[in-house]
T-cell receptor, first 113, second 111 residues
Framework: AQTVTQSQPEMSVQEAETVTLSCTYD???????LFWYKQPPSRQMILVIR??????QNATENRFSVNFQKAAKSFSLKISDSQLGDAAMYFC??????????FGQGTRLTINP | ETGVTQSPTHLIKTRGQQVTLRCSSQ?????VSWYQQALGQGPQFIFQ???????GRGNFPPRFSGLQFPNYSSELNVNALELDDSALYLC??????????FGPGTRLTVL
């Protein structure tokens, strides 16, 4: 069974600084998707960034980028120029095709002004 | 803007009761899945429906059941509620094998 592990329950960063959230996963498949979701106190799960495993190029979305290491099964999220609105729970997730999302335990990110 | 709505927002039930949670998806979203998120945890997959048929189920007992309707709405039913069923229940929908859109969730408290 696929598993997703986030080893950092909590992280904090100064506003405008850069922070990296870690994620590792376990799968025997070669074709899959990886995601980072943001869940603010409003509870709405918001897609931050998505990576297709067959693409070697790391995905980027404005201030958000990933470091995808397929052989190491590692998928970290880098947030540059952190803003107060980035404070939330962040979940790493794995999905294969139309199957279920498998989530990690989450990392609570605090932004210090 | 996700276009996925859930009702009710909050719900309080007592142990042994039954509950129905509802989700309304965007037009064309023929796949809907439900997740249970306990406090401080990541969401856990309950089941998925595609074109009104269940096509995937997580490690949840049969007292968790669902329905998907032709108008892109769906229901999650839980019978014989237990204290551990207290959680945030998330609905997510998509066109088949495409990007998921999540609803805001229903917070269920079982006393």
């Amino acid at each position: 069974a696929q598993t997703v592990t986030q080893s950092q329950p909590e992280m904090s960063v100064q506003e405008a600084e850069t922070v990296t959230l870690s994620c590792t996963y376990d799968t025997s498949e070669s074709d899959y998707y990886l995601f980072w979701y943001k869940q603010p106190p409003s509870r709405q799960m918001i897609l931050v960034i998505r990576q297709e495993a067959y693409k070697q190029q790391n995905a980027t979305e404005n201030r958000f980028s990933v470091n995808f290491q397929k052989a190491a099964k590692s998928f970290s999220l880098k947030i540059s120029d952190s803003q107060l609105g980035d404070a939330a729970m962040y979940f790493c997730a794995y999905k294969r095709g139309a199957q279920k999302l498998v989530f990690g335990q989450g990392t609570r990110l605090t932004i210090n002004p | 803007e996700t276009g996925v709505t859930q009702s009710p927002t909050h719900l309080i039930k007592t142990r042994g009761q039954q509950v129905t949670l509802r989700c309304s998806s965007q037009s064309g979203h023929n796949t809907v899945s439900w997740y249970q998120q306990a406090l401080g945890q990541g969401p856990q997959f309950i089941f998925q429906y595609y074109r009104e048929e269940e096509n995937g189920r997580g490690n949840f007992p049969p007292r968790f059941s669902g329905l998907q309707f032709p108008n892109y709405s769906s229901e999650l039913n839980v019978n014989a509620l237990e204290l551990d069923d207290s959680a945030l229940y998330l609905c997510a929908s998509s066109p088949y094998d495409r990007k998921l859109s999540f609803g805001p969730g229903t917070r269920l408290t079982v006393l």
